[in-house]
């Protein structure tokens, strides 16, 4: 068991590059998210997802994407890369609905954008 | 606008003291607090967590103490280890929902 698995685990962008930050899930959760985590920020919410097909945006949701096709994966997309998105994301699941589940994170991807 | 405020940024304890890191939160509608654990390089991982409808918590060496009427909920670490070492967030949220709002973290170290 798996868990959640984010990919990759390290990335260096140019300002201005698009990409895409993979995570996926085999616990069959229906609720996914997406975090970054800044120094004396905390972790805070970009994008989630209820279930395949549904998402929404959280506190920090400018300039980045997501879509939900499969109720295992929930890819996070930048845009057009800039520095202030220089950042460690974190992807959650959890099943979702009673508002008291576990969340489980993965182990973080971290991004510099130059 | 910070929904969870959390306090210290950073704490320093000897082996075998208290660590004590409080929340605050503004949201009424909030009805779940837990309390998540990162070592470094890894991802969040739950400690524990409180609904409001108690006002303590406890599990092993953790407490959870909540407060509703002055919407501030506190973790308390007692016999404070070296591996205890690591950064602390608590967070909330709303009945039915899976969305967590995060504290800033509490980076704790504590010295042998």
């Known amino acids: 068991n798996a868990g959640v698995t984010q990919t990759p685990k390290f990335q260096v962008l140019k300002t201005g590059q698009s990409m895409t930050l993979q995570c996926a899930q085999d616990m069959n959760h229906e609720y996914m998210s997406w975090y970054r985590q800044d120094p004396g920020m905390g972790l805070r919410l970009i994008h989630y997802?209820?279930?395949?097909?549904?998402?929404d945006q959280g506190e920090v949701p400018n300039g980045y994407n997501v879509s939900r096709s499969t109720t295992e994966d929930f890819p996070l997309r930048l845009l057009s890369a800039a520095p202030s998105q220089t950042s460690v994301y974190f992807c959650a699941s959890s099943y979702g609905g009673s508002g008291k589940n576990i969340q489980y994170f993965g182990a973080g991807t971290r991004l510099s954008v130059l | 606008q910070q929904q969870v405020k959390q306090s210290p940024q950073s704490l320093i304890v000897q082996k075998g003291g208290i660590s004590i890191i409080n929340c605050a939160y503004e949201?009424?509608?909030?009805?779940?607090f837990p309390w998540y654990q990162q070592f470094p390089g890894k991802g969040p991982a739950l400690l524990i967590a409180?609904?409001?409808?108690?006002s303590e918590k406890k599990e092993g060496r953790f407490t959870i103490s909540f407060n509703k009427s002055a919407k501030q909920f506190s973790l308390h670490i007692m016999d404070s280890q070296p591996g205890d070492s690591a950064t602390y967030f608590c967070a909330a949220s709303t009945l039915n929902t899976d969305k967590l709002i995060f504290g800033t973290g509490t980076r704790l170290q504590v010295f042998p």
């Open positions: 409180i609904r409001p409808d108690v």
């Open positions: 997802s209820v279930g395949a097909g549904i998402t």
């Open positions: 949201n009424t509608a909030f009805d779940y």
